[in-house]
Each structure stands twice: as structure tokens, then as C-alpha cells.
């Protein structure tokens, strides 16, 4: 394992170098009062639900945290825009399992910053709610609206879909053969970006586009779950084989993806330290008790394939990719011989998994193991088997 140390040390280095952006931008503000003021504005790509902004007014001053109630508009240039606006917003007034109870929006009255993703004829914002994103749509001067999309309870205890969003598509940005794109349209950003512009450019008109394409995106999930080993050791020069059989662990893990480009839709690139723990306890031979204590760290890292559904917020995904081992303590403990080290060599991994609506993802993965113990008279099998439930810690849009 020492042999991957130094790759996987310049790999971690070189990944954070890469993450990391300057803290300010060149920017701007503009007040109520029209007032337009140049500043360097902080990082805004984390920036959900904005009240205040660290700006500074040149490099050498010290930073300010503005309060942003006397502000209607700020960004970065050739970068992120909010401007405020005040707004419909459905709040479900009573839920169930999590749900509005109600078919229709629930309206109300808000002021807040929209993030502007696309200004032209037809204009797409979004709004970051503690329950993901909100769209809304402004054509040419109206008041913005919110696209209406949301799931609710039925009566029966049965999660529904209002996909109202179609009709106001329809009847508000419908131009040229557009009315056949509506039915199928997937409630996601990057397919909204896209009937956006088709629809500006419909009308002849031109579309600012505020995210840009080749932009990637990281999102995390807390991985719990649990851990089957399968295995078994032999040595052709002593008995008796000691197979251990399938025991259960638990792990804990968490996992990064990103995806290279912010509107790629398919593919992803995922690493998932793990941290993975089993202990087992038996008597082979003439009754000799024999411990296997497997504590390592995990990392497996690969290309993930996602199948999305039809509303955009869940996915089937299978992935796959190489694995190294970190080990802890991990070891074979015969009674009546010296200890045997459990390898960690380079593995490989598979798995598939579905997504809930952003909320929650269950995987089945299984780990193919070169090599169980380091030894060159004793050779054997393990096989992994994992259940992992996936807990986001951010969201795709």
C-alpha cells in the first residue's frame, strides 16, 4: 500500500489546488436608489439565499460584510447575477411525509434575490429553498412567475406530481414547433436552459447566459451502511482451511461527485473514502479459536452513468472504477501460528444504485479483492458486498 501513498498524496494535493478559486471577484452593486457601485465581491458560487455580502472596495482594504436590504442588484462580471424581486412563492401551509397536502400552489408574498440563470426575451431565475431550487420565468417586462412543479399527498397516502409548469410553457413561451417539446420536457435546469433559448431564439432574440455550460459542480453524500465479507484462506503446506464465511460489518463513508461539465446530464466522476469495520471470532481444526479483524479505510474511485427519470429529480445509476485500502488493522490471528496480515492491494468495484427526488440513494456494490492475506504460502478469496444509503449534504439542480 506505501507503493500508492505518494500518487494518492500529489492526486488529493492537486485536487484541492484545483477547487480552490480566489475568495473575491470583480463585481458590482447597485442600490435602490439606482446607484451603481464597482467592488471586488466574494465567491458567489456557494452563494444560495443571500441577506449579506463580504465586498471589498480595492485588494488592499479590509473586507466589509454589507447588509443587503438597500441593495436590488449585484454580481460579478462575466459571472453570477441576483437582482431582487418580490414574488409568489407556493408555501405549503400543512404536509405529510414531507409533501404539500394540497394540488395547487399555496401563494406567498416574498421579496428575495433570484439567481438569474438566462435574461432575454423569455428570462429563468431560481431561487435556492431549503427543499431545492424554484424556478420562475419572466416574459419581457411582467412580474416573474414561479414555474409550477411540485409533488403532494393525495388522499390516499399516494405521492402525485402537479406538472403545471407544461401549461404555463404552453400558453406563455410557445413559439414555432416548440408545443411537441413541452409533453416530454424534463423539470430540470439544464433542459429548462435549453427550451429558454430555443424560445429567444424563436423570437429573435437573444439569450445572456449567467451559468456557464463548462463549469463543473461537486455535490456530497454522507455514505452509512453495511458491510458482507466473504472469506476464506488456505495454505497448500498446513491445515486446516480456515473459511470464515459471509459476515456483516458496518462502514461509513463519504462520497464526492462531480461532474465535469455543470449541465452534463450522464456521466460523473465519483471517489468514496470509506471507513469499514468487521470483527470475526472462529474455531477451526481442533477447536482453535482463530480472530479476524478487518478496520480499513476504503477508496474507491470511478465513472458513475446515471439514468434519469422523467421528473428530472430522481435516477438510476450503475458505476464502477479501481479501489485501494488503507489498512488499519487488519490481520488473521490464529491460536497455534503467527499472525497472518490481510493484502491491500489495488482492487475493483461495481455497483448500481437508484436516487429519490434528491433526497435519499440506496447502492448495492460489490468488491472484487485480488489478494486476502500477504503471504506467500497461504492464498484464499474475499468478496465484498455493500449496502449503502446515500444522504446528500448539497443538491444537483
Known amino acids: 500500500m506505501k507503493n500508492y501513498f505518494p500518487g494518492l498524496l500529489v492526486l488529493c ?46 485588494p488592499a482594504e479590509e473586507q466589509q460584510l454589507i447588509d443587503l436590504s438597500e441593495v436590488k442588484e449585484f454580481g460579478i462580471y462575466n459571472g453570477k447575477k441576483f437582482i431582487r424581486e418580490t414574488v409568489k412563492i407556493d408555501r405549503p401551509k400543512e404536509t405529510r411525509m414531507g ?34 431550487d424554484i424556478y420562475f420565468y419572466r416574459k419581457d417586462s411582467h412580474p416573474a412567475e414561479q414555474l409550477i412543479h411540485k ?63 463548462e463549469k463543473g459542480s461537486l455535490f456530497f453524500k454522507a455514505t452509512p451502511g453495511l458491510y458482507l465479507a466473504d472469506m476464506m484462506t488456505y495454505s497448500p503446506f498446513r491445515s486446516p482451511r480456515m473459511n470464515f464465511g459471509t459476515n456483516a460489518g458496518f462502514r461509513a463513508g463519504l462520497e464526492v461527485e462531480y461532474f465535469p461539465k455543470r449541465r452534463s446530464e450522464k456521466w460523473s466522476l465519483i471517489a468514496e473514502p470509506s471507513f469499514q469495520s468487521l470483527k470475526v471470532n472462529k474455531e477451526f ?81 460489490y468488491t472484487y479483492y485480488n489478494e486476502f492475506v500477504d503471504s506467500n504460502t497461504w492464498t484464499g478469496h474475499h468478496r465484498g458486498y455493500s449496502l449503502i444509503l446515500g444522504i446528500p449534504l448539497n443538491h444537483r439542480k
Open 13 to 58: 494535493l492537486a485536487f484541492q489546488a484545483s477547487g480552490q478559486s480566489k475568495d473575491f471577484s470583480d463585481g458590482y452593486l447597485v442600490f435602490k436608489d439606482g446607484k451603481k457601485t464597482t467592488c471586488l465581491v466574494e465567491n458567489l458560487d456557494l452563494l444560495r439565499n443571500p441577506q449579506k455580502l463580504r465586498i471589498r472596495y480595492s
Open 99 to 132: 409533501y404539500s397536502i394540497t394540488r395547487n400552489p399555496e401563494w406567498n408574498e416574498e421579496t428575495v434575490f433570484l439567481n438569474v440563470i438566462l435574461e432575454g426575451k423569455a428570462s429563468l431565475y431560481s431561487f435556492a429553498d431549503k427543499n431545492g
Open 151 to 213: 409533488n403532494y399527498v393525495t388522499e390516499n397516502n399516494t405521492i402525485s406530481l402537479n406538472a403545471d409548469f407544461r401549461q404555463q410553457l404552453f400558453t406563455q413561451l410557445n413559439c414555432g414547433d416548440q408545443e411537441k417539446n413541452i409533453k416530454e420536457l424534463v423539470f430540470k435546469e439544464v433542459n429548462l436552459i435549453k427550451y429558454f433559448k430555443a424560445y429567444n431564439q424563436c423570437e429573435g432574440s437573444a439569450s445572456v447566459d449567467y451559468e456557464p455550460e
Open 285 to 365: 481444526g481442533y477447536q482453535l479459536p482463530t480472530t479476524l479483524t478487518y478496520h480499513v479505510i476504503e477508496l474507491p474511485m470511478g465513472f458513475r452513468y446515471n439514468f434519469f427519470t422523467k421528473d428530472g429529480l430522481s435516477r438510476f445509476f450503475i458505476n464502477a472504477g479501481p479501489q485501494v485500502s488503507f489498512n488499519i488493522k487488519a490481520r488473521i490471528e490464529p491460536e497455534d501460528r503467527s499472525t497472518l496480515p490481510i493484502a491491500s492491494p489495488l482492487n475493483f468495484f461495481g455497483g448500481a444504485g437508484y436516487y429519490l427526488k434528491n433526497k435519499l440513494s440506496l447502492e448495492a456494490r
